[in-house]
Structure formats: structure tokens, C-alpha cells
């Protein structure tokens, strides 16, 4: 067997670049993955980073229509089904990401439902209950699916064990896109005319509505944090400082008053994340959150961005 060519390095070399420049949570999470987990976890970011930046970046600030987007964002699926076939691709992110998917085992049951939630962004503005349920899985939950292939590569789990951790992974995806769609729903509401959670009216945004919501959030973190113990060692403390990460920016969601959210973009302050960052590298797991932790941290520096 041969290394990967040198076009299969640059193709690598430029995912890991964007995961690196455009978030900062995950990745400071992707620095504790062992070194191979974590250019698979790199190349899965940058494909999914690139589907959004044709939905709601690069795209829309050229001015393209809703149908020239369509247009594009229809093209990047049919590239990236081509080159699950084949191995290859003329565009390196796709590229990366092929190689990825091709060595943990996963194909277009993961990359169709994620396009399909992709494709709905550039349509829909409000969802009902049902399209909700079905974006969720597309869009966030496929992700924690790929991203848990990546992390058994090579390890042996019961399919009993497997089955948890694929709930744990689902759930830990879909937490970090209910907590995404609830500190941004200033910014999506005034800048993209979207209302991601079905029923909620920015406008006349409630505290019980806010209740219901991180209720919710919280059933999901839970059942993440159960399955953390049953990861492997080489992805165990990346995945646990993510949830740490995204467990802090709930309970300063949970402290914020709704209508402060309706108009302001919450964040976890850099001293913050370091110190999550240290204990989450020193092995320990995110224990359940008590009421007085949550009402202590959320007053921990300016939380505001």
C-alpha cells in the first residue's frame, strides 16, 4: 500500500485549514483528537462548511438568486456523489472529504439527507414541527453520524455499543444545532427572515418559550453525555470538550431573559473556554449541570458578542 499522493495531501492541507479559521469551539475541540481522527473530522467540517457558505455566505454576498444558488448547491452534490464513487474530485474540499468518507464507510445515506436540509435553507423561512424534525437530522445529526464513523475506524464495539453511540452522536448533533439556532436568533431572524424553531415569533419571543426550547436542549445534551464514556480514547476528550463547550453556552442562553436574546448574540468567553479546555484534556467528562453552577458560570465575563 501506498501514502496518500501529494493531491490527497494539499486536498487535506486545505480542509484542515478551515475548521481552523472559521470556528474556534470546534477547532480547539479538533486539537484533542489523535492525529488521524482528526483529519477526518477536518475534512468532514470543510464540506459542511462549504454547502453553508453556498446557502448563506460567499453566494448570497455575489447577489446570486435563489435559483442560481439552487443551481450551485445542486452542482456540489452531484460532485460530491461522483467522486464517493470514484475517489476523486477536481475540488479539494470535496476531495478530502471523499477520502474521509470512503475509509470510515459511510456514502450518500449521510451526504442526501445533509444537502436536502441545505437545500431547504435557501427556500423556507419558517418550519413546521415535521420539517423541523427532518432539517435537524439533515443538517446537524448526519454530521454527528459522520464524524462518529471517523471515530471507530479501526475499533472493534458490540452492536449493542454501537447503538449507543450512534443515539449519543445524534443527540450531541442535534443539541448543537438547536443551541446554534437559539443564540443566533437575532442574527437569522433580521439578516436571512428565518425562524428555525416551529411556532416561535421573534418578535413576541417568550421566556416560556425559551424554557421549552433549552428543555429540550437539555434532553439532548443528556443523553450525549451518557454515551461519552463508550467513545474511544483517541476522540474521548475532543468530543467532551465540544459538549462542554456547547453545555456552557446553554446555561448562559438559560440565564440570558428572552427578549435579550431576540436582539443579542450570547458567547462563552475565551477565559472560559481555556479552562474547559484544560480539564477536558486532563481526561475529565462533563458532569450533569446543578442550578447554582449554571447561575455561577453564566456571570463569568461578558457573554455578549
Known amino acids: 500500500?501506498?501514502?496518500?499522493?501529494?493531491?490527497?495531501?494539499?486536498?487535506?492541507?486545505?480542509?484542515?485549514?478551515?475548521?481552523?479559521?472559521?470556528?474556534?469551539?470546534?477547532?480547539?475541540?479538533?486539537?484533542?483528537?489523535?492525529?488521524?481522527?482528526?483529519?477526518?473530522?477536518?475534512?468532514?467540517?470543510?464540506?459542511?462548511?462549504?454547502?453553508?457558505?453556498?446557502?448563506?455566505?460567499?453566494?448570497?454576498?455575489?447577489?446570486?438568486?435563489?435559483?442560481?444558488?439552487?443551481?450551485?448547491?445542486?452542482?456540489?452534490?452531484?460532485?460530491?456523489?461522483?467522486?464517493l464513487l470514484c475517489g476523486y474530485s477536481t475540488n479539494l474540499v470535496v476531495h478530502a472529504f471523499v477520502l474521509t468518507a470512503r475509509r470510515t464507510g459511510f456514502g450518500d445515506e449521510l451526504t442526501t439527507p445533509f444537502f436536502r436540509s441545505m437545500r431547504a435553507?435557501?427556500?423556507?423561512?419558517?418550519?413546521?414541527?415535521?420539517?423541523?424534525?427532518d432539517y435537524v437530522y439533515g443538517s446537524a445529526e448526519v454530521v454527528?453520524?459522520?464524524?462518529?464513523?471517523?471515530?471507530?475506524?479501526?475499533?472493534?464495539v458490540s452492536p449493542a455499543e454501537h447503538a449507543v453511540l450512534v443515539d449519543g452522536g445524534r443527540h450531541?448533533?442535534?443539541?448543537?444545532?438547536?443551541?446554534?439556532?437559539?443564540?443566533?436568533?437575532?442574527?437569522?431572524?433580521?439578516?436571512?427572515?428565518?425562524?428555525?424553531?416551529?411556532g416561535i415569533d421573534v418578535t413576541t419571543f417568550t421566556e416560556a418559550e425559551k424554557t421549552r426550547i433549552i428543555a429540550d436542549i437539555d434532553d439532548d445534551l443528556r443523553i450525549a453525555r451518557a454515551s461519552l464514556p463508550r467513545l474511544p480514547k483517541s476522540s474521548r476528550r475532543a468530543v467532551a470538550l465540544a459538549q462542554s463547550l456547547f453545555e456552557e453556552l446553554t446555561d448562559r442562553l438559560r440565564a440570558t431573559p428572552a427578549e435579550v436574546l431576540a436582539t443579542s448574540r450570547i458567547r462563552v468567553p475565551n477565559p472560559v473556554k481555556a479552562r474547559l479546555a484544560l480539564s477536558a484534556a486532563a481526561g475529565r467528562l462533563p458532569r450533569e449541570r446543578t442550578t447554582t453552577t449554571t447561575a455561577r458560570r453564566a456571570t463569568e465575563g461578558d457573554t455578549t458578542k
Open 1 to 83: 500500500m501506498t501514502g496518500p499522493s501529494l493531491y490527497d495531501q494539499v486536498a487535506m492541507e486545505t480542509a484542515s485549514v478551515v475548521i481552523r479559521r472559521y470556528s474556534t469551539s470546534f477547532g480547539l475541540a479538533s486539537r484533542l483528537l489523535a492525529p488521524a481522527v482528526r483529519q477526518d473530522i477536518e475534512n468532514i467540517y470543510a464540506l459542511v462548511r462549504l454547502a453553508d457558505e453556498v446557502v448563506d455566505g460567499v453566494a448570497a454576498s455575489a447577489e446570486l438568486s435563489a435559483a442560481e444558488i439552487t443551481e450551485r448547491l445542486d452542482a456540489l452534490e452531484r460532485e460530491t456523489c461522483s467522486a
Open 144 to 156: 454527528g453520524l459522520m464524524c462518529l464513523a471517523a471515530f471507530l475506524r479501526g475499533e472493534r
Open 121 to 133: 435553507d435557501i427556500s423556507a423561512s419558517r418550519h413546521t414541527p415535521e420539517s423541523f424534525t
Open 172 to 198: 450531541l448533533g442535534a443539541a448543537f444545532q438547536k443551541i446554534n439556532f437559539l443564540r443566533d436568533l437575532a442574527a437569522d431572524f433580521g439578516s436571512l427572515g428565518r425562524s428555525y424553531f416551529p
